[in-house]
């Protein structure tokens, strides 16, 4: 953004506030005091203040209605910078979803007043998995749960030369949204197909699981890739009452 705005990040556990100010002049503004005011507009478009004493937005009378932000130096602190900041960890005021206005004010800047609007939340523009894997999105501050057909399913497939044992070993792991799936894998099969001409370098056959870990496994003493060869490795499994399948290039360099 600009030199003269305010910028907002949430850390997870903290929004830091950031303002770059400068004086009438064009220079950097190190000294003097940078005030902080909050607000949260409501659904009438009227503004709730934040109450720095207790963290908390309203409407009535407010103990204390700014916090101060801090200069920060560059060069071992010995350089002015004119950036502040403020660090708010105390985050039980905000809820997830509301629009607020963040203003910097110095009596010395130009201008004196600054403006930034964000909306509170680790959730805004983000896709959300559950603990229950289901995967969440929010739109226009509004947190929707999507429909089971639209998890998504994908597969991280790992491919080995084990010369000691002499085979090629394949490992999969099946991911519903971006959490592993555990359990309830059924029917997975894998096959190898040469980029060479397309033919099966080994043909659809069936993958064991990995004790409870819900990993699949395959040992091809036989068909193994050579020195230099690339193939596509295609597995499917049965995940919540349906086939998934998913495509990933494996390949052996001159090892």
């Given at each position: 953004?600009?030199?003269?705005?305010?910028?907002?990040?949430?850390?997870?556990d903290?929004?830091?506030?950031?303002?770059?100010?400068?004086?009438?002049g064009?220079?950097?503004?190190?000294?003097?005091?940078?005030?902080?005011?909050?607000?949260?507009?409501q659904?009438?478009?009227?503004?709730?203040?934040?109450d720095?004493?207790?963290?908390?937005?309203k409407?009535?009378?407010?103990?204390?209605?700014?916090?101060?932000?801090?200069?920060?130096k560059?060069?071992?602190?010995?350089?002015?910078?004119?950036?502040?900041?403020?660090?708010?960890?105390?985050?039980?005021?905000?809820?997830?979803?509301?629009?607020?206005?963040?203003v910097?004010?110095?009596?010395?800047?130009?201008?004196q007043?600054?403006?930034?609007?964000?909306?509170?939340?680790?959730e805004?523009?983000?896709?959300?998995?559950t603990a229950?894997?289901?995967?969440?999105?929010?739109l226009?501050?509004?947190?929707?749960?999507?429909?089971?057909?639209?998890?998504?399913?994908?597969?991280?497939?790992?491919?080995?030369?084990?010369?000691t044992?002499?085979?090629?070993?394949?490992?999969?792991?099946?991911?519903?949204?971006?959490?592993?799936?555990t359990?309830?894998?059924?029917?997975?099969?894998?096959?190898?197909?040469?980029r060479?001409?397309?033919?099966?370098?080994?043909a659809?056959?069936?993958?064991?699981?990995?004790?409870?870990?819900?990993?699949?496994?395959?040992?091809?003493?036989?068909?193994?890739?050579?020195t230099g060869?690339?193939?596509?490795?295609?597995?499917?499994?049965?995940?919540?009452?349906?086939t998934?399948?998913?495509?990933h290039?494996?390949g052996r360099?001159?090892?």
């Open positions: 953004m600009g030199h003269k705005g305010i910028d907002v990040r949430q850390t997870g903290r929004i830091i506030f950031r303002a770059a100010l400068i004086d009438d064009g220079g950097l503004l190190a000294g003097g005091d940078a005030l902080l005011y909050l607000y949260e507009l659904t009438d478009g009227a503004l709730k203040s934040y720095w004493s207790d963290n908390t937005f409407t009535t009378a407010l103990t204390t209605e700014t916090a101060s932000l801090t200069h920060r560059g060069d071992n602190d010995s350089t002015n910078t004119g950036y502040w900041t403020y660090v708010l960890s105390t985050l039980t005021g905000f809820t997830a979803g509301n629009v607020c206005i963040a910097v004010h110095h009596d010395s800047a130009g201008p007043d600054q403006h930034r609007e964000f909306q509170f939340g680790s805004q523009g983000d896709l959300v998995v229950q894997g289901d995967l969440k999105a929010t226009d501050g509004e947190t929707v749960e999507l429909a089971d057909s639209e998890d998504v399913y994908w597969a991280n497939v790992h491919f080995t030369r084990d010369e044992n002499s085979k090629d070993e394949y490992e999969v792991i099946w991911i519903k949204n971006d959490q592993p799936i359990s309830g894998i059924t029917n997975a099969k894998i096959q190898v197909i040469k060479a001409d397309g033919t099966d370098l080994i659809e056959t069936a993958m064991l699981q990995i004790g409870s870990t819900g990993a699949q496994k395959y040992d091809e003493p036989a068909n193994r890739l050579t060869e690339a193939a596509v490795a295609i597995v499917s499994a049965t995940i919540d009452a349906a998934r399948s998913w495509r290039v494996v360099d001159s090892s």
